[in-house]
Structure formats: structure tokens, C-alpha cells
Nanobody, 113 residues
Framework: VQLQASGGGLVQSGGSLRLSCAAS????????MGWYRQAPGKQRELVAG???????NYADAVKGRFTISRDNAKNTAYLQMNSLKPEDTAVYYC????????WGQGTQVTVSS
């Protein structure tokens, strides 16, 4: 399985960004997709995940601001990030799978105050 991540960038506080993560390869084995993030000096943390059936979960810090969705026909997950805060600044990593997930390349998200 290969994951191609896109999106991210620099935005002012209160702004929005959208991340995408497209999966290719042996995708029949993939149920859950989502994103983790890692800020400088901090551990990697789960941001949001979604199953192929559309069941989503979010970190408390992003609930109400971020929305994860998935297009199974395109094997792509999306993370819409609204009302961004400086503390959302991190490298965002998309993943696919549960026990031993596959990882996409990191995408930098920088929110300026």
C-alpha cells in the first residue's frame, strides 16, 4: 500500500486547510484511515480516524473544528481543518490500516498567530 499525502501549508489563525491522503496498491486490506500529527518536541498524537463504513473519531483538541471524510471509490481520505490555531502547527502524517498501519509522507501545517 502506498499513501500519497497532499495539502497543508501556512495559514493564519482562524483559517482553514484541507489535507488529502490517497491510497493505492493492496487497498482491499485497508479499513481505517486517518491522520496523526507531531509538533516539535512532542509525541505523535492521533488527530482523526475513519473506517471504510464512515465511523469517525477525533482527538478532543480538534473536535468541532476538524472533519474527516472518505471517498471509498477514490480510496482517498480528507481532513478539513477549520478554525485553525497556532497549537495545530505540526507535521501531519496520514495512515492506513489498524494494527500495523502504512504511513504517508509528512505534511507540514503551520498556523501563524
Amino acid at each position: 500500500v502506498q499513501l500519497q499525502a497532499s495539502g497543508g501549508g501556512l495559514v493564519q489563525s482562524g483559517g482553514s486547510l484541507r489535507l488529502s491522503c490517497a491510497a493505492s496498491g493492496s487497498i482491499f486490506s485497508i479499513n481505517r484511515m486517518g491522520w496523526y500529527r507531531q509538533a516539535p518536541g512532542k509525541q505523535r498524537e492521533l488527530v482523526a480516524g475513519i473506517t471504510s463504513g464512515g465511523l469517525a473519531n477525533y482527538a478532543d483538541a480538534v473536535k468541532g473544528r476538524f472533519t474527516i471524510s472518505r471517498d471509498n471509490a477514490k480510496n482517498t481520505a480528507y481532513l478539513q481543518m477549520n478554525s485553525l490555531k497556532p497549537e495545530d502547527t505540526a507535521v501531519y502524517y496520514c495512515f492506513a490500516g489498524s494494527v500495523l498501519p502504512y504511513w504517508g509522507q509528512g505534511t507540514q501545517v503551520t498556523v501563524s498567530s
